[in-house]
């Protein structure tokens, strides 16, 4: 299969007053196009800040991270700003819904920051908001949508782009535990339709849902982690 997440001897480092914090650890890391993966471990493991990594929001110490085929360690702020639009859709535990917007602006937002017409990024949104069943909810605002309906929304607008990987934090932090697994079951037909998901957890039930788990404790991955 084609690899389309590749980390190789990863560290990062961090300034914590006169301590220098080693946050990950020679992470080894990589991911098949249309796998589904969780990254399991504790508060203070380092799966945020591996997760920072995976989604160009962070550079690397040491080591290289292939991202499709481009080499993510040695960007400069620009072109990370571009991979993250390109490449990566979010899904954040609150949602990150803009509160002022309908719910097709929402969806529509990262079109739009690619220079589409307004026009042209609603009319590319009408399938990605029949697939997530938001059809009747297009033209309300976050505050009147339940929060299972709101991480749809952010779904929805994490796939819009048609990104390379859908990279989810805690998906279901905020939600009750039967939408909780509503949220995750919709993560399994996306995935089953060739979405590659990388979703960032502490939950054992949570990471059950994914086809692979890899466990990471004080900043390094399980011996069985990397593939």
């Known amino acids: 299969m084609e690899s389309i997440i590749q980390m190789s001897g990863i560290n990062k480092y961090y300034q914590v007053g006169a301590e220098r914090l080693h946050a990950l650890r ?3 890391l990589t991911v098949e196009r249309g796998e589904f993966l969780a990254i399991l471990g504790p508060s203070g ?3 945020s800040t ?3 990594l995976v989604g160009c929001m962070d550079t690397t110490d040491s080591g290289s991270y292939l991202l499709d085929g481009e080499e993510i360690s040695t960007m400069k702020d620009g072109d990370l700003t571009r991979v993250r639009n390109e490449k990566i859709g979010f899904i954040f535990q609150k949602y990150q819904l803009i509160p002022k917007y309908t719910v097709l602006q929402n969806i ?3 079109l739009l920051i690619r220079g589409r ?3 042209e ?4 949104c009408g399938e990605t908001i029949r697939l997530l069943g938001l059809g009747e909810r297009v033209k309300h605002r ?3 949508l339940s929060g299972g309906q709101q991480q749809r929304v952010a779904i929805a607008r994490a796939l819009v782009g048609q990104p390379s990987i859908l990279l989810a934090d805690e998906p279901t932090g905020a939600l009750d535990s039967a939408t909780g697994r509503e949220v995750l079951e919709l993560f399994v037909t996306l995935n089953s339709l060739g979405n590659t998901i990388v979703m960032i957890t502490h939950d054992e039930k949570v990471a ?3 086809h692979r788990v890899v466990r990471i404790i004080d900043g390094e991955l399980s011996a069985s982690a990397a593939s």
């Open 26 to 28: 020679d992470v080894s």
């Open 45 to 47: 493991s380092g799966k």
């Open 50 to 52: 591996l997760m920072n």
């Open 108 to 110: 529509c937002m990262p």
């Open 117 to 119: 017409s307004r026009r």
């Open 121 to 124: 990024a609603e009319e590319a």
């Open 142 to 144: 976050p505050s009147e």
């Open 208 to 210: 059950k849902y994914a």
